[in-house]
């Protein structure tokens, strides 16, 4: 979910920057995931957690 939600920000052009992600779009994915998963309560300081390891195990994969 997560990966979909970030794709889905990546491809709207309000939320990309040269540099990544615009401020903000932490808010955005929490409410984006409480819509699809009510029952998992996850919070910004949760998603930006999951989004450096995956993060971490993506540039581990790029270096094999």
């Known amino acids: 979910m997560l990966v979909d939600i970030l794709t ?5 052009g309000k939320w990309k920057s040269d540099t990544g992600f ?3 779009y932490l808010k955005v994915i929490e409410q984006k995931l409480a819509e699809k998963l009510p029952t ?3 919070n910004t300081t949760n998603i930006d ?5 995956l993060k ?3 540039m581990e994969i790029n270096e094999c």
């Open 8 to 12: 889905e920000l990546a491809l709207d």
């Open 22 to 24: 615009k401020s903000g």
């Open 40 to 42: 998992a309560g996850l």
């Open 49 to 53: 957690s999951r989004i450096k390891t």
């Open 56 to 58: 971490k195990h993506s």
